[in-house]
């Protein structure tokens, strides 16, 4: 694993013993998704993290699909 991405895991291990809301997990998926992860490796990443509080598969996918069409309108 590259060090920036065990750096964002210890944040995200982090932000999970705070107790994060569920609705604040999709600026978990952002710099994941941006260090190249697709959706399912995105959320492959996030669930040992979260487990029963994880986001679904789906809604990872939904996540990464708004992050890129944000990315592709700013071009």
Excluded: I
Excluded at 31 to 55: D, I, Q, R, T
């Amino acid at each position: 694993m590259h060090a920036h991405v065990q750096r964002l895991v210890s944040v995200v291990k982090m932000a999970s013993m705070l107790e994060c809301a569920t609705e604040g997990l999709h600026s978990v998926v952002c710099p994941l998704w941006a260090n190249g992860s697709n959706a399912k490796n995105v959320h492959k990443e996030m669930f040992p993290v979260y487990s029963g509080k994880c986001l679904s598969c789906k809604a990872v996918h939904n996540w990464v699909k708004k992050f890129s069409q944000m990315f592709e309108s700013r071009r």
